[in-house]
């Protein structure tokens, strides 16, 4: 079973940065399509961007241009790099294993002044 760990979150104002890290375990990780979500309270778990093994992007409308992931393989290791940040992107943020369907634990968003 893969073990997801995110970590990374926490409050920034509106314009600011953060970058979530997220710590895969188990085999193959380099083989996996990986992906960042996100759940803000009452709503749906959406999809915010994922990454290829081979490192191709794939990103959200609604965060294009201000998101950027990248993984490296052999750290076992995801990035979200998140700028311009708005308070809409107020979210619990979420690792996925898009070959497996594991998720991690989730790290929380807070982008307000």
């Known amino acids: 079973q893969v073990q997801l760990v995110e970590s990374g979150g926490g409050l920034v104002q509106p314009g600011g940065s953060l970058r979530l890290f997220c710590a895969a375990s188990?085999?193959?990780?380099?083989?996996?399509?990986m992906g960042w979500y996100r759940q803000a309270p009452g709503k749906q778990r959406d999809l915010v961007a994922d990454i290829s093994s081979g490192g191709t992007t794939d990103y959200a409308d609604s965060v294009k241009g201000r998101f950027i992931i990248s993984r490296d393989n052999a750290k076992k290791m995801v990035y979200l790099q998140m700028n311009s940040l708005k308070p809409e992107d107020t979210a619990v943020y979420y690792c996925?294993?898009?070959?497996?369907?594991?998720w991690g634990q989730g790290t929380q968003v807070t982008v307000s002044s």
């Open positions: 996925n294993n898009r070959g497996t369907g594991d």
């Open positions: 188990g085999s193959f990780f380099s083989l996996y399509v």
